[in-house]
């Protein structure tokens, strides 16, 4: 088996793991502060300091995970480096590498973002910058944090599907949240 088929193999992937890491912390987070939190809110003010601590993990991990995904260092494995040795497979096409460059740069983009967060607040802590000020310059929207994982994602399975391999599903854990959220629900009336 050639490298490239053994990174794209689900089963002891790190970075398919981070991958899906960074998709359950996303979705957890966002069931907890998007949309659907005025159905919670309630439960969430019964267990102020827990859910308060809950929401800002599953954020950090996201950030840190997205981060590590992309990260640019030539000693981690991350998405670039993958990308990197498709092209060096010659059973790759132009087209698609060319497919697999058009999503990274898209990707890149938002994880520009992510970085200004990971290295001003969630690694670091920018002594004259508050959370506010950082977030106002990273200029991120929820909705960037799950395109970027869907990228990832895209490009991972893009290869896979190079192979004839079937494309993995990521992780979901929403059903469970919404379970412990209606079950914490019936037992506070």
């Given at each position: ?68 995904i ?5 000693d ?14 010659d059973?790759?096409?132009?087209d698609e ?47 960037e ?9 895209d ?27 209606n ?7």
């Amino acid at each position: 088996m050639s490298d490239i088929k053994k990174l794209i193999e689900p089963n002891n992937n790190e970075l398919f793991h981070i991958l899906n890491t960074a998709y359950f912390n996303y979705q957890s987070w966002w069931i907890l502060v998007g949309p659907d939190r005025p159905k919670y809110v309630r439960i969430l003010n019964n267990y102020n300091l827990y859910f308060r601590t809950v929401i800002h993990s599953h954020l950090t991990t996201l950030i840190i995970s997205l981060y590590k995904i992309f990260d640019k260092r030539k000693d981690s494995y991350n998405i670039k480096r993958l990308i990197k040795i498709a092209k060096n497979d010659d059973s790759f096409t132009k087209d698609e590498l060319n497919i697999l460059d058009k999503k990274f740069d898209s990707a890149i983009e938002i994880w520009e973002k992510v970085r200004i967060l990971r290295h001003k607040y969630y690694a670091h802590l920018k002594y004259d910058l508050t959370p506010n000020k950082i977030y106002k310059e990273a200029k991120i929207k929820p909705d960037e944090f799950l395109e970027l994982i869907m990228q990832s994602y895209d490009i991972f399975n893009i290869i896979r599907e190079h192979f004839k391999k079937p494309e993995i599903p990521l992780v979901s854990t929403e059903d469970d949240l919404y379970k412990l959220l209606n079950d914490l629900g019936k037992c506070n009336q």
